[in-house]
């Protein structure tokens, strides 16, 4: 009899539902986009209701894609946005604030003073996490401090925390869960690294009360089950769970010290695994869970590039040079290069390994003859040159030497980009059969629990390579492209 797995992958400006049958086939999949709420400049939000809303329409058409009902499910799993912070009342489970986006920045006076205060390296041998405002703990001492009674009423437990993993699964299981799985909870600065559990001097730290917080879980095992959904029949277990980039290390099958992929969605997210031993990152590297099974627990280090496919929809919606995303690898080729003009992606400041909350975008060098060409493919440019940051720091912090690095994500389907990324940093780029390897890292997981896939290696000998990109170029001209980057670094 055919399983069918139901992977629900919250994302950042939409809903995905695959279904994935016994044999690593995706039988369907369908995305539903939602509203992206800008109050200020740097504050990015959801509405709650319409990231629910949106995984519901998903779930059902992605069934009637497969040519199944609902009740043809066999097990859910789920991968999310990670940092996404939501405050629910236990009561009612409607949230008292809008979600507060991992890409927000309202919080980085609080983290300045912080490092100022020199709390920055505790934090870090505690969490595995810098101070930053990309993390959870700041978003909810800000909605805690600024929606009126919330504070006091987190203290009666009358509210509840949770990163979006938290927030579907409570919603599925018509609140009888309220859970996080370890690699989401290592993303909240909340979570000490080496026992997997809150930590209390963390939780002073961000004035964050206990009562709010849910049991941290592991990442393939059973959570609950589906209870009160419209479109959904009661009793289908939820099973499998994972941030995002977690899960799309899963779904890569790195599953060995040394393996690493990198996500290209709206960032870039480059992931290491480095086995059962954590790493303490000297080059501002996050120390970060990569998951727990069976009570076994994989750690990575990672590096975070906050824009990447952002910058291309930037390009279309604010400057108008192209009409769809697709448009940016036709543009790009129309040039043989980009005119010596550097393009640097920090639209929400700069991730790893420089951490600057308050670097911005840069367009440097251009001239009357420069084109949209030009500026389209220095775009891409610095899309890869991000990358190439963060592996050279993950190296010099003692990993292993990559021969390959395997790509998924929209952007990963960009064979410009991707040789760039392969001629940049002077490594194979492995693009794989099936990109939406973070739906089916949380499909595996939960077919792991539920006895869908038998173990690790049957789900090695299902994936499959599409495209190998080699780098084409020489280390000198590497080099010129290097020393245009980091003049580029300089002035933002």
């Known amino acids: 009899m055919t399983e069918f797995i139901c992977a629900i992958d919250q994302g950042t400006t939409g809903s995905t539902a695959i279904i994935v049958d016994h044999e690593m086939r995706i039988r369907a999949k369908i995305t539903q986009d939602f509203e992206q709420i800008f109050p200020h400049p740097s504050w990015v ?6 990231i629910w809303k949106s995984t519901l329409v998903a779930i059902e058409g992605a069934c009637r894609q497969a040519q199944i009902t609902s ?81 006091a009423r987190a203290g009666r437990g009358e509210l509840a925390f949770g990163t979006i993993d938290s927030f579907l699964l409570w919603r599925l299981t018509g609140g009888r869960a309220h859970q996080t799985d370890a690699s989401n909870a290592s993303r909240t ?41 419209k479109g959904l029949p009661d009793g289908i277990p939820i099973c499998g769970m994972a941030g995002d980039q977690h899960a799309a290390l899963f779904g890569q099958c790195c599953f060995e010290p040394g393996e690493a992929k990198c996500t290209l969605g709206t960032g870039a997210f480059l992931l290491m ?3 059962s031993k954590r790493v303490h990152s000297k080059r501002r590297m996050l120390s970060t869970l990569a998951w727990q099974i069976n009570g076994e627990v994989t750690y990575a280090l990672e590096g975070s590039a906050f824009i990447a496919g952002a910058m291309i929809q930037w390009l279309r919606d604010g400057l108008g040079i192209i009409k769809t995303a697709e448009d940016i690898e036709a543009l790009a080729l129309q040039v043989e290069d980009s005119g010596e003009i550097v393009v640097v992606p920090a639209l929400s400041g700069l991730g790893a390994p420089h951490w600057r909350p308050s670097a911005r975008g840069l367009i440097w060098g251009l001239t009357r003859g420069t084109t949209s060409a030009n500026i389209a493919r220095a775009a891409l440019e610095g899309i890869a040159m991000q990358n190439v940051d963060i592996l050279s720091a993950m190296e010099e912090d003692g990993s292993e030497k990559l021969v390959n690095l395997k790509v998924d994500g929209g952007a990963s389907a960009n064979n410009l ?49 599409e495209r190998i990109f080699e780098p084409e170029i020489q280390a000198a001209e590497r080099a010129e492209f290097m020393e245009r980057w980091q003049q580029g670094l300089k002035r933002t």
């Open 45 to 50: 939000e959801h509405d709650p209701e319409a």
């Open 71 to 151: 009740a043809d499910i066999t097990a859910i799993g789920i991968t999310n946005q990670r940092e996404t912070t939501v405050i629910w009342e236990r009561d009612t489970g409607a949230p008292i604030y809008n979600a507060i986006v991992w890409q927000d920045r309202r919080t980085r006076d609080k983290i300045q003073a912080l490092i100022d205060a020199g709390q920055e390296e505790w934090v870090q041998e505690r969490s595995g996490l810098l101070l930053d405002p990309y993390f959870s703990a700041t978003k909810v001492q800000w909605i805690l401090d600024h929606v009126p009674g919330a504070r």
């Open 189 to 229: 600065l909340l979570m000490n690294l080496e026992t997997l559990e809150w930590d209390e001097e963390l939780l002073a730290l961000f004035e964050v009360p206990r009562e709010l917080l849910g049991e941290i879980v592991g990442n393939s095992q059973l959570y609950g089950v589906t209870q009160g959904v």
């Open 273 to 275: 695994n480095t086995g």
């Open 417 to 465: 980009l991707m040789q760039m990324q392969a001629d940049f940093l002077g490594r194979n780029i492995v693009r794989p059969a099936i990109t939406e390897t973070t739906a089916l890292g949380a499909a595996l997981l939960a077919g792991l629990s539920h006895g869908t896939f038998s173990g690790l290696e049957q789900i090695r000998n299902n994936w499959r390579v």
